[in-house]
Each structure stands twice: as structure tokens, then as C-alpha cells.
């Protein structure tokens, strides 16, 4: 007898429809698969045979043939045990076809017959009800995540024998209540800026970066501060919109990282690879072209340390999203593109002792491999990066002071107003911040008044700027605006953008 | 033949690439240039003795009046210059103490600066931050009160020694190790073009054709020492090229005067040991304007431009010594913003420069 169960798979962040077709014939027993299934799906036979024993079901020794329709694409991943299971269980009679008329199946199946949870069901679950699906069967543990979709009746479960139980009717499970997205505050991980004493001009760029989805560049020392600093920014950061925490979530659900009693994630991601890190883990990719970091990262902050001990060729990765937002990643089986709108921050020593220009030590690097070090930045590169800023060593009475600096609440407090701006400017344009202005938007909000010009040209003549920092200092300034409220930009704060492009100076 | 000058005849002999002590035995030999140049033809066998034949041949080739005339004008148009010691602008301290100082020199630029006071501010390509800062500190002084910086365009020292001069707007001289026209190191081209723009000297003995090679280093400290009154070594290690400029200097007569440096520290190991031998010791550029006798320009008598209260504040404590942004936070009792706005004014004054990782201090006015 022939049975059909309605699954979804995986395409990147999408899902698409698969049908598992099961049927029984005589023959040698055991089960075969088709439909371009990977390893995973196969091995799941020895999964089913052990799960339907040990719920109490009889597994018929029988030559049963799988098929995953559509047949062209290749399927992979654990999420079709549960859905085959039952399956088979139709196919030998055990369990009633029609009970399972309009439900999707998703889940994997433990030997012992419990239900084990599945990396992607967001994106799963969003996708079919898109398509007009609307009863789901999903493990017990994905619950968290599921409830977050609204629209749709979805079932949660334990083990094997509970499904069949609901199936037939002997148990009555409710569908998932419908949770609130409560998007906290992003506070608590990283630390506060409260804490951190000093560092006035790291602090205050730090706060227009954020204001403006500027990415940013932080040269010092060691010692001087500038992890802390970078962990500290998801405090400061706006607060996540619903539509971001969705996507943000269904990319962290796809990568299988998301945590199962959250469910979703609530604040702006932060992530900070080693430097040691591979192109690939950056971009994402892998033969199943997962997600890496410039996606784990979207609507959050990458924060690369060293900036200059990660390889030219994974940095020159970050070119493409760092201009569209999102990364394309092709493989040779499939092409997949994943959202990468991300701010990013790094921080790099000015040398490569690291004291170049710190007043109490000396530098001993001399200007060739100081001009060597920097070229491991490539122009492209610094091109999309808007604020570079020094961080200098905290002196003792700093450090020692009582006292704290002022909170990141507050601090956030400014960024979301600054914010709000923008996004009253930008509404319907497809740009949320004033980073991402595009050079005719530049020319439209970014006029400075005639003071502003006088000094924009004044500065560039006597501090030797390079030309491609005067649309990043119009930009800046545009943000600095938005943070003081003022509709115009103003002398001050072209005043202000200079200050943050120390690196088109005459670095050495 | 009438209209062929002796220093139409210096720049000709010099076309032949005969070393300077074949020249001079050349000139020495044959009664002067007018002499050689007359006899040429007739005592080609002897000539040939003494110079070879290839070197003859150039010569014969390059003979005609007609073709030097053109050379001359080929080299004006390119804004090169030939002065040679015909020339009565011909540098006197250069002939008086260099006995090997070249027939003639080639130059682009502003040749009044020779007659200037000179200084030579040399020291290591490989140079510490604190060789940099003394020598910015050193040009930059002496830019200010009218002493000529002389250096060798090279990368590390003599580069900020010239960029300091400039940003002072004094007079500098550029002497290349290679011809006009084959500046090294590549890199300095952009500060060869400041040089010019900035009204300074770029000066060579070689063709504007000839590369650098390991000798003429060497060859050119000779000139810039002999140029200047003084040799300021600011950072040598030993086997330095500065070590050699150093050695000329006191050949010709000229005064060492070396800025100390960590006497643990090989970067400094030749230039400390300049100073055991009995080279004058300095501290800053006021030491080196004391020696040369020089008043220096009191700062006070431009003050800056009006400043407003806030910007007297910072300016004031700049001045006694809170120099990082964070600490002018703090003592100033203003917002990022409001200081970075006074900041940049007073950068833009220039009453303030940025000398570091946001770092200020007082710049000359």
C-alpha cells in the first residue's frame, strides 16, 4: 500500500516542499531509498527500523521503497525520520492515511523512538505557510522556535507513540500557543559601557557607529582597551525590529546554533571569529552551504580583532556584503544566498609592535614595515569603513577613579532616537541607516550648510585628506546630526566627522 | 668655438662620465677648460692614455657646440638646471671645502637657497619614533628661523627632516644619490615634487639619467655636508650612511652635532659613539640655533589668532602639557563634539598639531 507524507527541506534560508512517497512490496527486506538522498537520509533506515520496535509497532519485513519528491533536488539532514516513520506505519496499516491528511512532518527520531529536534525549522515552518500549509508536526524541543509564527496550528511532541496517539485521536494534544516576540533590551552579555572608565572619543565614535550602522576601525595599542570597547557595543545598539529577529533568528536556526529555550533571537548578534578563521566559515559554504559568520552576524555587529592578522583573502570576503548586504554563496551542487547586513568593527595595532605614536612607549618599527603592515588592508576595504578612530592607554587615575561612566541605557536611549530619524527619512527606500546611502541620497541630505562647506575645504587642504574620505565624512556628520537632532548639517559636526578619519591622514 | 663657456665645458666633460679625479686630472693637464677643450682634437693619443678610448669617443662625440647647446636646452625644458664651477652662484663653501666638489652640478628648483644657511639633517632610513620626532623637531626649528634643511631624500630620517621644513615652510635642499631623473627610492617621489612645489632645492652631480648605485651615496654625503654649516646626526647605527656624512663633515671643517640616543639601544650605537669622540651634543633644535648663532624667533610675538574662551582653554592646557583627547575631556569639562570642534580649529589655526594617537601639542606659529 502506497503512503504519502508532506515534509519540507532545506534550500538555504528557504524551504521547499518534499512529498515522501512510501510504499511496500515483496522482496528481499529492508528499505530503499530514492530521490538524491545524502548520507544522513539514508542512514535513518537503521533509526526508523529501532523506533518503530521500541514504540511498540511491528516493523514488517518487507522491501519498502522511500522516494523524496521532487526527485532532482538532493535532500540531506535527519528531518525526514519522523515523517518516513509514520510512513511506513500507513503503508503497513497501522496507522490511518487520513489521520495524517494536512499535516507536514518534521522531525528525527532517536533508536528509543523519542523525537529529537531539527536545526532550520523556522525557515521551515515560514515557508510552508507561505505555500498554504497549516498543521505541523514538529519535535517537542523545536517549541520555543515554532511558537514565534503566528497563522498556523502546530503540534509538538515527545516521542513516536504520542503521535500516533494524537494521530488516532487517543490523545489530545493542543496546538502551540502563539508567543509574544518580547525583543529585551540588549543588555547583560557583553558589558557596559558604565564600566568602562576613560576612552572618551573611542566611546563617543562608538555611539555614532551605532547610531549610523557605521562600521568602524579602532587602532591602538595593546592593552588599550579595544576588545572591551567592541564587546560592549551590543549594549548601545538599536533594538531589533520584529522583522529582523525574525530573520536574524531563521539564519541562527539554520546553522543549528540557536538556543532551544529562547528560541529566537532577541538581541543583535555579536560575533567575533579568530583570526585564524577560514574564507569559507566566514562567508558560509560547505558542501550543505551553511551560514558563516557575516550571516550569524546580520543586523548585529562583526567584530573583527587583528583586523591585519586575518589572511587578504578572507578579508577581501568581506567586500561584496559589506556593499549589497548579502553573500552569495555557490557551490558546485547549488547556489544560495544568505542576508549579511552587518556592522563591522574592527580594531588593529597602529605597527606591528603596536606602540606607533603612543606617547610612553617607543615604537620600533621603522616607516617600511610600518607601510607593509597597513598594506595588508587593501583600499577597497578601508573604503567601506566610515570611523577610524585611535584608542590610547587608560592612565592609572582613570583607571583607579571612583565613579562611573555614563550607562549604556542611556547611551542606547540617543542611538534609538537617532534612528528613528533615519528611519522616517528613509521610509519606503530600502535603506535603514545612514550608512547604507546610496551616493544620490548622499547628495540630497547630506548638503552642509555654508560654514560646513568652508571647513570641509579648509580641513581638506591643510590635513591632506585623501578624496575618498569626503563622501564617508558627509555621512558621519549626517549621523552626528541625527544624534544632536538637527535637521541641517552644521559646522560642528563636520568638525566632528574629521576627527574620525585618522588613517586618510598622513599615517606615516 | 667663441661661444663655447667654461661652463658650457664643465657640462660637457661631465656628459663623458669620467670620475671626478680624471676630470680634474684632465683640467689640470691641459691648462684649464678652455685649454682641454681647444686641444682636444690635436693630443688625442695622449688624452686617449689617460682616459681610454671609450671615454675619448664620448668626449669627441659630444664635442660639438652645437650638440651641447641643445643638451643645455633639452635639460631647461625638463626644469633642470646645470650650474657648474664656472658658475660664480657655484656654491663657495662646497668648492672652498670639498676638494673633489663636482664641475658641475645639476638642479631643479630654486637654486637661492644654496647662498641660505644651511644645516644638514641626516640619520638612518631605519629610524625610530623618537628619531622621527627629533628630527621633525630639529628641521622644524630651523626651518622656522630660516636655516636651510639639507638632506639625502632618503626614506626614514633625512624624508621627515624634509617634510618638517616644508611644514614650517623653510627652505630645504634635496642632494640625490642619483640622477634628477631616477629619484630613490620610488617612493619619495611625491615629497621630490613637494620639495619643488614648496620652493626648495632638488640638487645631483650625476646626469639625470644614472641610477643610484652603492657608490654614490657615499659620493653624495660629501655635498651635503659640504654645503652646510652644520651636520646634525639625529639616529645612526653602526655602519650607517649618516656615519659617513658625519666623516666628511669633519674632513671639511664642518661641525657634528649629534642628538644622543639610548646608549643600550644599537640603533644608536654609531651616533652615541660620534658623541664620545667629542661631536657636539644637542637636545632639540634651539641647541643646534645656539650653536649656529642664531636668535631664535620668539613664539610669542605672533600670537594666535583670536581665540574664543574655549579655545583658550584647551589651547592653555595643550600648553602645560594635558595632551591626550581623553585628558582634555576631563579637565576641560567638554563633550567630545564641543572638543573635537576646538581641536580642529586650532589645528586649522595651527597654533595645534596632532602629534600622535590622539595626541595634541602646541605647534609654532
Known amino acids: 500500500m502506497l503512503a504519502k507524507i508532506d515534509s519540507y527541506g532545506l534550500k538555504g534560508l528557504d524551504g521547499y516542499g518534499v512529498e515522501l512517497e512510501i510504499d511496500i512490496n515483496s522482496g528481499l527486506p529492508g528499505i530503499e531509498f530514492v530521490g538524491l538522498a545524502d548520507t544522513a537520509v539514508k542512514e535513518s533506515k537503521e533509526r526508523i527500523k529501532s523506533a518503530i520496535k521500541n ?24 528531518l525526514y525520520d519522523l515523517g518516513m516513520a509514520l510512513g511506513i506505519l500507513c503503508a503497513t496499516e497501522q496507522l490511518a492515511v487520513t489521520a495524517l491528511a494536512g499535516f507536514v512532518v518534521l522531525g528525527e527520531l532517536s533508536l528509543d523512538g523519542r523525537v529529537r529536534p531539527i536545526r532550520g525549522l523556522m525557515p521551515l515552518l515560514i515557508a510552508a505557510k507561505d505555500a498554504g500549509h497549516t498543521r505541523f508536526i514538529i519535535p517537542s524541543e523545536n517549541r520555543r522556535e515554532a511558537s514565534h509564527i503566528g497563522g498556523v496550528q502546530v503540534f509538538a511532541f515527545d516521542d513516536l507513540r504520542q503521535v500516533v496517539g494524537f494521530l488516532h485521536g487517543e490523545i489530545a494534544v493542543p496546538p502551540l500557543k502563539k508567543a509574544d516576540i518580547c525583543l529585551s533590551a540588549s543588555a547583560g552579555q ?17 555611539e555614532i557607529a551605532a547610531a549610523g550602522g557605521h562600521n568602524v576601525l579602532m587602532i591602538g595599542p595593546p592593552g588599550a582597551g579595544k576588545t572591551m570597547l567592541a564587546r560592549a557595543i551590543p549594549s548601545i545598539l538599536p533594538d531589533l525590529s520584529t522583522e529582523e529577529a525574525l530573520e536574524t533568528t531563521k539564519i541562527h536556526s539554520v546553522a543549528g546554533i ?7 533571537i532577541r538581541v543583535r548578534p555579536f560575533r567575533s571569529p579568530h583570526h585564524s578563521v577560514s574564507a569559507t566559515a566566514l562567508t558560509g559554504g560547505g558542501s550543505n552551504a551553511r551560514p558563516g559568520e557575516m550571516s550569524l552576524s546580520h543586523n548585529g555587529v562583526l567584530f573583527l580583532d587583528e583586523l591585519p592578522e586575518y589572511t587578504r583573502a578572507t578579508l577581501e570576503n568581506l567586500r561584496q556584503p559589506l556593499e549589497d548586504g548579502v553573500i552569495t554563496v555557490s557551490r558546485a551542487a547549488r547556489t544560495v544566498e544568505y542576508p549579511a547586513s552587518f556592522m563591522l568593527v574592527a580594531s588593529m595595532n597602529p605597527c606591528p609592535c603596536g606602540y606607533y605614536g603612543a606617547k610612553d612607549r617607543a615604537c620600533a618599527c621603522s616607516p617600511a614595515m610600518i607601510g607593509r603592515y597597513l598594506s595588508k588592508l587593501s583600499g577597497p576595504l578601508l573604503d567601506r569603513i566610515d570611523l577610524h578612530m585611535n584608542v590610547s592607554n587608560v592612565q592609572y587615575d582613570e583607571i583607579a577613579g571612583e565613579g562611573l561612566s555614563e550607562p549604556s541605557a542611556d547611551i542606547r536611549g540617543r542611538v534609538n532616537a537617532a534612528r528613528a530619524i533615519q528611519g522616517e527619512r528613509f521610509a519606503g527606500m530600502g535603506v535603514y541607516c545612514n550608512a547604507k546611502m546610496t551616493g544620490g541620497m548622499i547628495k540630497t541630505y547630506c548638503k552642509p550648510d555654508a560654514a560646513g562647506e568652508r571647513i570641509l575645504k579648509n580641513a581638506f587642504e591643510k590635513m591632506r585628506l585623501s578624496a575618498r574620505a569626503y563622501t564617508k565624512i558627509l555621512k558621519t556628520a549626517r549621523t552626528i546630526a541625527d544624534l544632536g537632532g538637527a535637521a541641517h548639517i552644521e559646522e560642528a559636526h563636520i568638525k566632528e566627522a574629521l576627527l574620525y578619519r585618522n588613517l586618510d591622514r598622513e599615517y606615516i | ?59 669627441k662625440r659630444y664635442r660639438s657646440a652645437d650638440y651641447i647647446g641643445q643638451a643645455l636646452d633639452k635639460l631647461r625644458k625638463d626644469g633642470i638646471y646645470v650650474m657648474t664651477a664656472a658658475n660664480p652662484k657655484y656654491p663657495e663653501c662646497l668648492r672652498q671645502a670639498e676638494a673633489a666638489a663636482p664641475y ?28 622621527r620626532q627629533m628630527a621633525e623637531e630639529i628641521a622644524g626649528t630651523l626651518a622656522e628661523n630660516g636655516v636651510t634643511v639639507v638632506s639625502g631624500l632618503a626614506t626614514g630620517i633625512d624624508g621627515y627632516a624634509h617634510r618638517a621644513a616644508l611644514d614650517n615652510s623653510g627652505g630645504t635642499i634635496a642632494v640625490l644619490g642619483s640622477g634628477l631623473n631616477c629619484i630613490t627610492p620610488a617612493g619619495h ?122 579655545q583658550e582653554m584647551i589651547y592653555s592646557l595643550i600648553c602645560s602639557g594635558v595632551e591626550s583627547f581623553d585628558r582634555l575631556i576631563e579637565a576641560g569639562h567638554l563633550s567630545p563634539a564641543e572638543l573635537a570642534a576646538v581641536l580642529l580649529d586650532l589645528e586649522l589655526f595651527g597654533v595645534v598639531k596632532k602629534t600622535g594617537a590622539e595626541q595634541y601639542s602646541r605647534s609654532g606659529p
Open chain 1, 190 to 206: 557583553g558589558g557596559d559601557f558604565a564600566y568602562i572608565k576613560g576612552q572618551y572619543l573611542a566611546k563617543r565614535a562608538l
Open chain 2, 189 to 310: 617621489v611625491q615629497l621630490y615634487d613637494r620639495i619643488l612645489a614648496g620652493g626648495g632645492l632638488v640638487l645631483s652631480q650625476y646626469k639625470p639619467t644614472d641610477n643610484a648605485t652603492r657608490f654614490t651615496f657615499p659620493e653624495r654625503n660629501r655635498i651635503v655636508s659640504g654645503l652646510c654649516e652644520a651636520v646634525v646626526i639625529v639616529e645612526a647605527p653602526e655602519g650607517s650612511g649618516a656615519l659617513i656624512t658625519a666623516r666628511f663633515a669633519s674632513e671639511q671643517g664642518r661641525d657634528v652635532l649629534v642628538v644622543p640616543g639610548n646608549v643600550t639601544d644599537a640603533r644608536f650605537k654609531g651616533s652615541n659613539q660620534l658623541l664620545y669622540e667629542g661631536a657636539v651634543f644637542v637636545r632639540g633644535g634651539a641647541d643646534v640655533l645656539e650653536f649656529m648663532r642664531i636668535a631664535p624667533k620668539s613664539r610669542q610675538n605672533s600670537s594666535p589668532p583670536q581665540l574664543d574662551k574655549a
Open chain 2, 1 to 59: 668655438m667663441t661661444d663655447m663657456t667654461p661652463s658650457k665645458i664643465f657640462f660637457w666633460i661631465g656628459l663623458s662620465g669620467l670620475t671626478h679625479k680624471k676630470q680634474t686630472e684632465l683640467l689640470h693637464g691641459y691648462g684649464g677648460p678652455e685649454g682641454l677643450y681647444a686641444r682636444f682634437l690635436e693630443e688625442q693619443n695622449a688624452l686617449v692614455g689617460i682616459i681610454g678610448d671609450r671615454h675619448y669617443a664620448a668626449l
Open chain 2, 104 to 131: 658641475a652640478l645639476y638642479y631643479r628648483g630654486n637654486p637661492a637657497l644654496l647662498e641660505t644657511r644651511c644645516a644638514a639633517v641626516v640619520g638612518t632610513r631605519r629610524c625610530c619614533g623618537y628619531g
Open chain 1, 258 to 264: 540557536l538556543n532551544p529555550e529562547e528560541g529566537i
Open chain 1, 55 to 78: 514504540s511498540g509497532f511491528r516493523f514488517t519485513p518487507k522491501k519498502i521503497t522511500v522516494n523524496l519528491a521532487p526527485a532532482s533536488m538532493k535532500k540531506e539532514g535527519t
